[in-house]
């Protein structure tokens, strides 16, 4: 996602916040449903299951979107792109592990503050709508 914001703008990070008066704006995705490898079981890694993704990412408000700059903000479009290439990447053992991959991949952008991210498995029961967690990260203060 880093590849979206010029290293100078990265750097300007600090400044960017005090104009903001620290404040953000939440980039939401809903109930993404992707097939996944993942599971303890030998069951699990004999087949691809259902999985469902929210992540909650707060952002940098850059100020106004008045002027539609797609530049200034931070696209969802590489949330979802980039659980995609964490699954692609082949079997998971456990749901945290992959919430954390997750939260690493959003707070890999400078401009990214926190981000909840929750992992549900859609087929371990048939008796739960889903089994997961959720977890909240934050960046770590500099």
Not at 79 to 97: D, F, M, N, P, S
Not at 126 to 132: M, S
């Amino acid at each position: 996602m880093t590849q979206d914001w010029p290293l100078s703008q990265a750097l300007g990070l600090r400044r960017l916040l005090e104009q903001a008066g620290a404040s953000s704006y939440r980039i939401r995705v809903c109930n993404l449903e992707l097939p996944c490898s993942i599971g303890i079981y030998d069951h699990e890694r004999q087949r691809v299951q259902r999985a469902r993704f929210n992540v909650e990412l707060d952002v940098v408000d850059p100020g106004s979107f008045a002027s539609e700059d797609f530049a200034r903000v931070l696209n969802y479009e590489s949330i979802v792109g980039g659980i995609k290439a964490i699954i692609a990447e082949g079997h998971i053992a456990l749901v945290e592990t992959l919430a954390e991959r997750i939260a690493a991949l959003c707070l890999g952008d400078p401009r990214a503050l926190n981000v909840r991210v929750t992992v549900d498995k859609l087929d371990a029961y048939c008796e739960a709508e889903g089994v997961g967690v959720s977890i909240l990260r934050s960046r770590a203060p500099r």
